[in-house]
């Protein structure tokens, strides 16, 4: 045991010398995630306000016109868009050229007339083409007005055939239906769910991508003292080899454990993360780290050197980042083809781990960190006995 604890601190004595772990440890992951953050700016908040900043100019001046421009005044109100009122359709137009605006109503001349008598008339949206959100939330206004206008006016003509009114009664009636209460509505539900926030879920997928880089670094310290020569002496020394190799693996642990730790700290601190209660996401993190060591210790094993290990490593990295939601959340939850691929990453259970734990539930928390162990101990097998070889080499 001792032999052990001997390699283990060698160990990281090496790896902190050289200052690689500390940058795919903690540096990359934690600039790489700031970096997402700031290109997705507000995504911890999903209920940030969103403006679009919109115009109207009213050539008419009639009740349907006074009615659409209310609606809008509304819709203003809610905080949806900002709008400004114009009163000349070119220094309007002007304003969407020169991006003071994204999108324009022109409400023409003779438009509540036409609406009242049934007659054909026209809404003109002008969009910015640098802002095209804009443009569709403006001409989604008019089309939902324009459907409102269609169906009250509808409704105002079957009462005129049906006898129900006079025609002389048809803005009324029109009136009446437009301002009824709708038939049915869409009300939102609060739900549980266990996907994480965006900034967490930025955070945490780079995280454990990187942790796969500083998990490798046993066997690619095997394969480096062979070439070294160092390895020799070592397999000479009255050590054994299960010391060794155990040693190595500890200190792998030991730092993919810290830095992910730290990174949790600093992305709670600096960006709003959110990684649950601190022992259990510990936990979590531990048990993450002995999966992707056990995963590790298996890519790359039959390398005969640390470039090619390395190599491979790599690319096991990429694909279990990509299965497992690292780099973009996988879409339909844990359903389906990718779902299911998902859940033969540790990536994806870590990931599960944290909205569980985002969630409050601990127990399910508690069952992904036994499932992430139990990867970590099989795939630990398989490269204990492969790394064997690599030692006789």
Avoid at 314 to 328: C, P
Wanted: net charge negative; glycine share 12%.
């Amino acid at each position: 045991m001792a032999a052990t604890w001997l390699i283990t601190i060698k160990e990281l004595r090496t790896q902190l010398r050289r200052g690689t772990v500390l940058i795919l440890g903690f540096v990359a992951p934690l600039t790489l995630a700031f970096i997402m953050n700031l290109v997705f700016g507000g995504l911890n908040d999903p209920d940030a306000p969103v403006t679009f900043d919109v115009g109207v100019v009213d050539h008419d001046g009639g009740e349907m016109a006074d009615g659409f421009v209310a609606t809008l005044h509304d819709i203003t109100a809610s905080g949806l868009v900002d709008l400004t009122t114009y009163d000349d359709e070119p220094a309007a137009r002007d304003a969407v050229d020169a991006g003071d605006i994204g999108a324009l109503w022109v409400i023409p001349e003779g438009f509540s007339t036409a609406v009242s008598s049934g007659r054909d008339t026209s809404l003109t949206v002008v969009g910015d083409v640098d802002s095209p959100t804009t443009a569709s939330v403006a001409r989604s206004i008019a089309d939902r007005y324009a459907t409102g206008v269609g169906t009250s006016t509808l409704a105002a003509l079957v009462a005129v055939d049906t006898g129900v009114a006079e025609p002389s009664e048809i803005g009324e009636v029109a009136d009446e239906v437009a301002g009824a209460a709708p038939i049915a509505r869409l009300d939102r539900i609060e739900s549980d769910t266990s996907v994480l926030d965006p900034t967490t879920s930025l955070t945490a997928g780079m995280a454990i991508f990187f942790v796969y880089f500083t998990a490798g670094i046993p066997l690619l310290s095997i394969l480096e003292e062979r070439t070294g020569g160092t390895l020799a002496r070592l397999l000479a020394a009255p050590i054994p080899a299960a010391s060794i190799r155990a040693g190595k693996t500890i200190a792998s642990i030991l730092l993919g454990t810290v830095s992910l730790a730290c990174l949790m700290v600093a992305s709670s601190v600096l960006m709003g993360a959110d990684w649950g209660p601190p022992l259990p996401a510990l936990l979590l993190a531990l048990a993450a780290v002995i999966a992707a060591t056990g995963v590790m210790s298996v890519a790359g094993s039959a390398a005969r050197s640390a470039e090619q290990a390395g190599n491979v490593q790599s690319i096991v990295a990429i694909v279990l980042g990509i299965l497992g939601g690292s780099f973009v959340p996988i879409p339909g939850g844990n359903t389906g083809v990718l779902g299911t691929l998902q859940k033969l990453t540790p990536n994806g259970w870590f990931l599960d781990g944290l909205g569980a734990l985002q969630n409050g539930d601990t127990s399910e928390a508690a069952r992904t960190i036994v499932v992430l162990l139990a990867i970590g101990v099989a795939a630990g097998a398989v490269g204990l006995q492969l790394s064997r070889t690599a030692l006789r080499r």
